[in-house]
């Protein structure tokens, strides 16, 4: 039996993540969010999901357990995915890219890019209840997601989609780099 495919997407918060998650689904992917672990973890420690209560949250749990502790909590939720292809959505550092490396070997790491003023631009539109409300917000969450390595996962990343224009071209480009990832791992 083919060991599990295991997709991990790493980008800027507003980057285009999401677009990237939607197009793996289309390709009977199974996926994993790793900011659904910090969020259920915030929430468990009683506090409501802002960027400042999520954010801190993350950086306690590094601190307390370690660099790669967010891949370490979803590499069971990996194995029990279904699907024989997984995406991981949400790498933040080399850390936790190499933990899910360790733990399989069909590891790939792709990146989604965009400007800030663009990713700025979709976050505000969103409104999930932990996205910035104003610039000063958005500056601080790049800065802490910039402080635990994400600038590394990003530029060390296998493949690069650049989401700038239109989402069908960030879709189409998507689609090519999956295709590429799937047929190495054939070999």
């Not at 530029?155 to 189409?172: G, H, M, P």
Request: positive net charge.
């Amino acid at each position: 039996m083919r060991e599990r495919l295991v997709v991990g997407l790493a980008g800027m918060p507003g980057s285009g993540k999401s677009i990237a998650v939607a197009v793996a689904k289309e390709r009977d992917y199974g996926v994993i969010v790793m900011g659904d672990v910090v969020r259920e973890e915030t929430e468990n420690r009683g506090l409501s999901l802002t960027p400042e209560n999520v954010g801190e949250t993350m950086l306690v749990l590094r601190r307390k357990e370690g660099p790669a502790v967010i891949s370490r909590r979803c590499i069971p939720k990996i194995n029990n995915v279904k699907e024989k292809k997984v995406m991981v959505d949400g790498i933040r550092s080399m850390d936790e890219a190499e933990e899910f490396t360790r733990h399989f070997p069909r590891f790939s790491l792709v990146a989604i890019h965009s400007s800030p003023e663009t990713r700025f631009r979709r976050l505000y539109h969103r409104r999930r209840s932990d996205d910035p409300a104003d610039w000063k917000v958005f500056c601080e969450r790049d800065t802490r997601e910039l402080s635990v390595g994400l600038g590394n996962a990003i530029a060390l990343s296998e493949f690069v989609v650049v989401n700038e224009r239109k989402k069908e071209e960030a879709q189409e480009e998507i689609v090519r780099v999956l295709q590429r990832v799937e047929d190495r791992w054939k070999r």
